[in-house]
């Protein structure tokens, strides 16, 4: 048993930091999942949501923290039972989650109305790892194999502090399974340069300090330290589809092999006065008199380009194309002018004027109204205008309230947070 408790911490200690190092990366894209769960439709936990983004940098570093802790041995009754319940609750999370798209399909297939809302994805790995809600629900069944085990051994004070040598032993195959994963499965080398630096900070602090916590409480610091540098500059990785050398016409394509849909119609249809029933592929009956109705249902679900949603809209037309066909053009983000942060959008009147002035076309992306886009441009003095995109996909483009986003040709070359506008080079 001792031999699956050191498996056990190995594992949940390494998963638990580069979860946890992911979405410190991202905190605000996983403040906007926080706040998807709390919707009126979906948990009705709507006086949440004006905390999501502290509670997203609580959870994160938390993670990450007590990811230390099980490795180092470090408060192990504490430890081991807020990470017992951190993983029932996501372990319930997602069972709702997959639990909530099954009862939407099945509602979908007896041509009845559901009004519950559905998130489609935990964010569990941010957009590192995307997994559908039941591998998730899998995902977590899995690991409650090794923390319920971790729990029972850590309330009983089974999990002593390592020692020096059990120190090394644990850092060094800790780090080995980060970089499987965070290298391997993910493509983030800096998965394993933080664990480095932290573990050898817990490290030194543990064996020249009395007592756990300020070996903890610099584990903690350090994560910290990397979530606002994250919070104050973009995240250090890109995930998403809009990252710098990726082409926006591109991934709005689907590839020549991606995966076509599976689904099967159900034909009601009348032949020689009699009605019957006929499911297939989509070719229909050879044979009928008249065709009553015809239902569908996707037994596998297709691929989907990995820009699905974005636009370019005037009142009048779309002018997605476009603007994306042009040879030098800046996007200032705003996916809520009225949420919008005033410093930043001091800067933009400055940036438009530098922009032009080396042959650039500028433009404004934002999902607020008619209203407030003349009010903005008049407040600020703002010589370009705003166009029409959806505040979702706006939130997804950059992790800025203003961002700027340069293209040429749908091609990123830059991308900055309003914080660093100066580093724009024209």
Known sequence: MKIFITISRLIVGSLFIVSGLIKCNDTIGFSYKLNDYFAHDVLNLEFLIPYSLLLAVCICVVEIVLGVAVLFGLKSKLSTTLILLMMLFF???????????EAQDAAGRLGEEFTKNCVSDC????????????????????????????????????????????????????????????????????????????????????????????????????????????????????????????????NMKLPADAQKAVTDYIWTYKLNGEEKTFTDRGRGPAEYDEIISVETHVIEEGDVPKIQDFTIESEDEDLTQQFLETDKLVMIVSYSLEKSEAEGMEQLKALADKAKAQGYTVIGLTASGEAKKQEVKATYNLDFDFYLCDEKVLKTVVRANPGVVVLEKGTVTQKEHWNNIDDLEF
């Open 91 to 101: 372990t319930w999370l997602t069972w709702y989650t997959s639990s909530c798209l």
């Open 123 to 250: 964010g569990c790995f941010g957009d590192a790892l995307k997994l559908k809600p039941k591998e998730s629900f899998y995902k977590d069944l899995f690991l409650l194999i090794f923390t319920i085990p971790l729990f029972f051994f850590g309330i009983k004070n089974k999990i002593p502090k390592n020692t020096k040598k059990e120190d090394w032993f644990y850092m060094i195959t800790s780090l080995i399974l980060i970089f499987a994963f965070g290298v391997l499965v993910i493509g983030w080398w800096f998965t394993v340069i933080f664990s480095i630096a932290l573990f050898a900070l817990v490290y030194v602090i543990k064996n020249n300090v009395k007592g756990d916590w300020l070996a903890l409480l610099g584990a903690y610091l350090i994560s910290l330290a990397f979530t606002y540098y994250c919070l104050q500059n973009l995240p250090l990785k890109d995930f998403r589809a809009y990252k710098i050398g990726d082409n926006f016409q591109e």
